[in-house]
């Protein structure tokens, strides 16, 4: 066993987990987070992603003990669903969604590629997406979330490709 | 108040999924849970000789480690997947009743396999653990002697004398084998054609790949005698149905419960073995048992799609036009009768868009050692319009005729409506020429002899592509709709078709709002629990808006005729008398008017009149039928490929569907982005490889799998709704969840056939991935050298 204290969604936590739990466990288990899913175990499907000291992130290939001391913000962390954050406001409003499964870690993704990307384009998106499968959308109307999400970060004067977390 | 029908409102559901508080299954804990995990067969087929547990049972933390034999002394027997569906037309029939063989066989499917494993990753024993890894754990200590035998995963090889067989029921592995249509007519006609064209098809098998792998919680309550499952699918009724006769009980005693599903898409319709494994164990172990499957599991174990061979030919006279058509379908159904569905779709809608005189088909359901196959998006008609127009193609280049018209002498024509197939569907709308026309302009084909000539200049080669497509009414023929309405001011939805990503919480609100006047946010719609879903057919084929859309209709058309009575003794005025206008029961001679809740407070307190035991204010519709609806459309791809590299891109992409009338548009338009997804997948990515020699699976993991990513999608796309509403139902709608996927393959073939122009010897595999593009330039370039 190990003892691990981080901070999530800006909540210290402190947990004695088993060496071998991977972040995503923690997150999902002993939290209750489990707006982070898994959707693979190759780190291949992104769906597990969240943000560790600012940078995206796959949970599932992450020790929770390796994310000891740092500062992980998930899903549930972008907003809650009175106070949507844009990003998560970006996908309603272009239907970014279907089944809703694949969608935290590809909003977490995004979260993290705005921090980033000061000139979102086309094929800037499709390869900050690359690492996230979605097998319903067919991805336009996610690439058109980025888009919206983008200018809504530029008009609330968030500038983009400026780390706003961590 | 505006009409909410046809309007592209964002989706309630998502402010739950985009926050975090969806609730997929793996997401819901039971107390005192235990763990599951499966060893799973290594082998394609091999006999099961002994199994020894003792090992397993002896590792920490281990429950209970389950056999097939367990299942079976517990009195319990297989699953009956019911494979042959309900035919498309005489739907309380099966589609299928004969076979040269004599028999529709029908194997009872064990959740465990017993004395012989038939496809690698069957379930062989279920290890119940107090957490995860210790059940995983134990599971490399259980001792299987296996005798391994001969495999078989070509459907065609399968067929064959000699070949390696998986059940004795089904000699030459053959489930069925069926001649249908009109023989004589069909010879008559291939005797007098001009032109016979013949080509065979590969359709690949694909990997279901939805995004949240299946999962399943079982329990147990020994003081009803109660069984609970909770696991994702695409409609609880048939879980329910299928799982309590396997375990011998009345349906009434097992509750199923499905929540968020992450992707249906056809497969998550069929029960699996798994899930009725842990719901059996929870009682066996007296706790409740979860299972969670992996990726990799899910690459052995999920349901299957596609895999059919067509071997088509078609007769022409001197003008080109149709003389009649003779497929022979072969459909690769895996080691258990698990569905004839793609069959069954994919020979009734062969003939499409176009007019057929004549039309036969010889199908053959054949049993492999493949993971089996189910219903996957589209189910055999994406399979059918790959082939139509594949050959349509490849007519247009045998008899020297441009490509467009020849499919503009063939097609339906509106005056030919109502139109009867030679396969026995009937067409009652579709403006199939205008929809070609309209995609023509929008792709700007005419056009295309120029940016072909421009992407030479930059050392690619470009093609166009062109596919018309045809959906059928089918899926389950039964469904229920029950509403109430509560004096607190809101009204309750219970539907047995369910969501899994389609929005149904959003557009079965918006049909509601309007039918009753009432405000999008009183209603909800609760679905997915057999607790209070009694009767439903789930989601697929379309089906959901077609018949449940009909029955929100007729349900709330039942709650203003049974309010009105009410209604007009709150008002002091006739029955008869009473208007129902935006929610509220008027009566126009006074102008004073009672809200629908206010209706309902008082059936709550005084009953109806003349029924004073009747306190709700509630209406039931069901149906059991078919609705005649069939979406249709055209998908134009225009496509680049790099000679070098054998890389293609799609540059732009238009598709035209007639979904009927859009609930709302925004989603349909999605439903055609997704399916499109799908679509390119298996045209060019999605490679599921066993090994003809060994049978081993060789794309276990996202890895080796090729699923579609965001850059592999269309450049520029254009997806535009037509509307050429259907009369056979209220709403006009007709479909939209697989007019994306349909006309996808053909579309993105025929373009890639048009840009190789003569390298394309042949067929090209589905997939034509990169490298097999690159092998056949090599090759033409190589022989003309």
């Known amino acids: 066993m190990i003892k691990v204290e981080l901070r999530v969604n800006g909540q210290p936590v402190s947990r004695e987990v088993d060496d071998r739990t991977l972040l995503v466990e923690l997150l999902r288990g002993e939290l209750g987070l489990t707006g982070t899913h898994v959707g693979c175990d190759t780190s291949q499907c992104g769906a597990c992603t969240v943000k560790l000291d600012g940078a995206a992130v796959k949970s599932c290939s992450v020790l929770a003990a390796q994310a000891s001391g740092g500062d992980v913000l998930t899903v549930e962390g972008l907003g809650g669903p009175d106070g949507l954050g844009e990003v998560q406001q970006a996908f309603v409003a272009c239907h970014g969604l279907q089944c809703g499964f694949c969608t935290p870690g590809m909003m977490m993704a995004i979260d993290y590629y705005l921090d980033t990307d000061g000139s979102p384009d086309d094929e800037r998106i499709h390869r900050a997406l690359e690492g996230n499968i979605c097998r319903c959308t067919g991805y336009v109307n996610i690439v058109r979330a980025v888009k919206h999400a983008a200018q809504a970060r530029i008009a609330a004067g968030k500038p983009l490709g400026k780390a706003n977390h961590g | ?785």
């Open chain 2, 1 to 785: 108040m505006d009409k909410l029908v046809g309007q592209p409102l964002p989706r309630a559901e998502d402010i739950r999924l985009v926050s975090g508080k969806g609730r997929y299954t793996d997401d819901v804990n039971l107390p005192g849970q235990a763990y599951g995990a499966f060893v799973r067969s290594p082998h394609p087929h091999a006999a099961i000789r002994a199994i020894d547990v003792q090992a397993a049972l002896e590792s920490p933390g281990v429950i209970a480690v389950l056999r097939g034999q367990d299942y079976l002394d517990d009195g319990h027997q297989g699953m009956d997947h019911i494979p042959n569906p309900a035919d498309a037309v005489a739907f309380r029939e099966r589609a299928f009743s004969q076979s040269s063989t004599g028999v529709i066989f029908n194997q009872r499917h064990l959740p465990l396999a017993v004395d012989r494993v038939r496809h690698v990753g069957e379930p062989v024993v279920l290890v119940v653990a107090r957490s995860v890894r210790e059940a995983r754990d134990a599971c490399e200590r259980v001792e299987i002697d296996y005798d391994p035998l001969p495999a078989v995963v070509d459907a065609v090889q399968a067929m064959e004398e000699g070949a390696p067989q998986l059940w004795a029921g089904a000699p030459r592995n053959l489930c069925f084998q069926a001649r249908i249509g009109e023989e004589e007519a069909v010879r008559r006609a291939f005797a007098r054609a001009r032109h016979v064209v013949r080509h065979e098809f590969r359709n690949s098998r694909v990997v279901n790949c939805q995004m949240e792998p299946r999962s399943a919680l079982g329990s147990y309550d020994p003081r009803t005698g109660e069984y609970l499952l909770i696991a994702g699918s695409q409609g609880v009724n048939r879980q329910q149905l299928c799982m309590a006769d396997a375990l011998r009980i009345p349906p009434e005693r097992l509750r199923v419960v499905s929540y968020d599903v992450g992707g249906g898409f056809g497969p998550r319709s069929c029960v699996n073995p798994d899930q009725l494994a842990v719901l059996w164990a929870a009682r066996r172990v007296g706790c409740p048992v979860k299972w969670t499957s992996d990726r990799n599991e899910a690459f052995l174990a999920d349901y299957q799609g596609r895999d059919q061979v067509i071997r088509a030919a078609m007769a022409f006279d001197e003008d080109g036009r149709i003389l009649a058509m003779d497929n022979e379908i072969i459909g690769n159904v895996g080691a258990h009768t698990v569905s004839y569905v793609p069959l069954a779709n994919g020979s009734r809608i062969m003939t499409t868009v176009y007019h057929v005189p004549a039309a036969a088909a010889t199908l053959s359901a054949v049993l492999t050692n493949t993971p089996p196959t189910g219903p996957y998006r589209g189910a055999g008609r994406p399979e059918a319009t790959h082939a139509m127009e594949r050959m349509l193609d490849i007519a247009a280049r045998q008899l020297g005729m441009d490509r467009i018209e020849l499919r503009r002498r063939n097609l339906i024509r509106p005056q030919q409506m109502p139109y009867r197939s030679p396969m026995g569907l009937t067409y009652d709308s579709g403006q199939f020429a205008a929809n070609m026309e309209r995609a023509l302009a929008v792709a700007e084909w005419d056009d295309a002899p120029a940016r072909r000539q421009a992407a030479r200049a930059r050392g690619k080669w470009l093609g166009l592509g062109l596919a018309n497509y045809v959906e059928s009414p089918v899926g389950a023929p039964r469904e229920r709709v029950e509403l109430t309405v509560a004096p607190d001011g809101t009204i309750d939805c219970v539907v047995g078709t369910q969501s899994t990503g389609q929005g149904h919480e959003t557009t079965f609100r918006q049909v509601l709002a309007d039918e009753l006047g009432v405000p999008f946010d009183a209603i909800a719609v609760r679905t997915g629990d057999t607790a209070f879903v009694k009767v439903g057919g789930g989601s697929h084929s379309d089906r959901s808006m077609r018949l449940g859309g009909q029955l929100l209709v007729e349900a709330a058309a039942q709650l203003r005729t049974a309010g009105a009575p009410v209604a007009a003794a709150m008002l002091k005025c006739g029955t008869e008398d009473v208007r129902f206008e935006q929610g509220r029961f008027v009566d126009p001679a006074s102008s004073r008017a009672v809200g629908l809740f206010e209706v309902a407070a008082r059936i709550e307190r005084d009953g109806v009149p003349g029924q004073a035991d009747v306190r709700r204010y509630s209406a039931a519709a069901e149906f059991n039928g078919r609705i005649p609806a069939h979406p249709t459309g055209t998908a134009v791809c225009e496509l680049e490929v790099d000679p070098d590299t054998g890389d293609v891109e799609i540059v732009r992409y238009t598709s035209i569907d007639d979904v009927g009338r859009p609930i709302n548009p925004q989603i349909v338009e999605g439903q055609v982005h997704g399916g499109l997804a799908q679509g390119i997948g298996q045209a060019l990515l999605e490679d599921y490889q066993i090994d003809p020699e060994s049978g081993q699976v060789f794309s276990g993991s996202y890895m080796d799998y090729g699923v579609a990513r965001a850059g592999v999608m269309p450049a520029r796309l254009d997806v535009e709704l037509t509307e050429d509403r259907t009369q056979g139902n209220a709403l006009g709608v007709k479909g939209g969840g697989e007019s994306g996927i349909t006309p996808a393959t053909a579309a993105i073939f025929n373009a890639l056939a048009d840009a190789l122009g003569d390298c394309w010897d042949g067929e090209l595999p589905m997939p034509a991935t990169a490298p097999v593009i690159w092998e056949a330039i090599r090759r033409a370039q190589g022989a003309q050298q």
